[in-house]
């Protein structure tokens, strides 16, 4: 499969025509209109500093659908306990620089300044979203992504104290069930995720999902105010 560059076009090649490895496009900026229409063809970016900024469509792909999330034992004593206190939209820039360190054993991080301020840009615009759970006023760990249509698009998480990002994620996935969300992209897979329930589908199928949910109008704006927090 060839690699496209990207100069001047949003984005033009299909998400079918990945690379095996789930590249399907090199170049271009972070611009708002690039990466919301990247997104609504199942492409995201994703690439290091040492790196152009690399355009991804994987194949499978690793999702969350918010009416399977599981929910262990232990993380219902927890929500049960009230451990955590969840809010939405109140501290986006708190959670992304948070997102950004380098986690235990990595040199580095996918989340560059240019994407930070990429994802600072979308959340001003109200396209770009952070779910965060805090102890008392301390920041104990969240999450951020896009919302478009019914379908929410996960970025990173962290952890300050232990099962924060858990708590997050769960509460975020209830809520969106019960306001008729689908899908939480999770892109790629990954264990702590698998543990909620998330798992692998095809291309095909993410995006046929995709033609689906994008239909619905996207809530931009303040999810505190969507969500009720």
């Not at 919301?36 to 999702?63: K, M």
Request: aromatic fraction near 12%; glycine fraction near 10%.
């Amino acid at each position: 499969m060839p690699i496209f560059e990207l100069i001047e076009h949003i984005i033009s090649p299909s998400s079918d025509e990945a690379s095996p490895s789930g590249i399907l496009a090199v170049g271009g900026d972070l611009s708002p209109e690039r990466i919301l229409e990247a997104y609504r063809q199942g492409i995201f970016p994703w690439y290091t500093d040492e790196e152009p900024i690399l355009w991804w469509s994987p194949n499978p792909r690793f999702v969350l659908f918010p009416s399977e999330i599981h929910i262990s034992q232990t993380m219902r004593q927890i929500l049960r306990q009230g451990r955590f206190r969840i809010t939405y939209d109140r501290d986006f820039y708190g959670v992304i620089t948070a997102c950004q360190k380098p986690r235990k054993g990595q040199q580095g991080t996918w989340i560059t300044g240019e994407m930070k301020e990429a994802y600072v840009a979308l959340h001003e615009l109200g396209y770009a979203h952070s779910v965060e759970a805090w102890q008392g006023e301390v920041l104990a760990g969240g999450l951020y992504g896009i919302s478009l249509g019914r379908c929410f698009f996960g970025e990173s998480m962290f952890s300050a104290v232990s099962n924060a990002s858990k708590a997050a994620l769960i509460i975020l996935g209830k809520q969106l069930a019960a306001r008729g969300f689908g899908l939480i992209d999770c892109q790629i897979y990954s264990k702590h995720l698998a543990s909620l329930g998330a798992r692998n589908i095809s291309r095909q199928e993410f995006a046929d999902h995709l033609h689906n949910l994008l239909t619905f109008e996207t809530i931009q704006g303040d999810w505190g105010v969507f969500l009720g927090s």
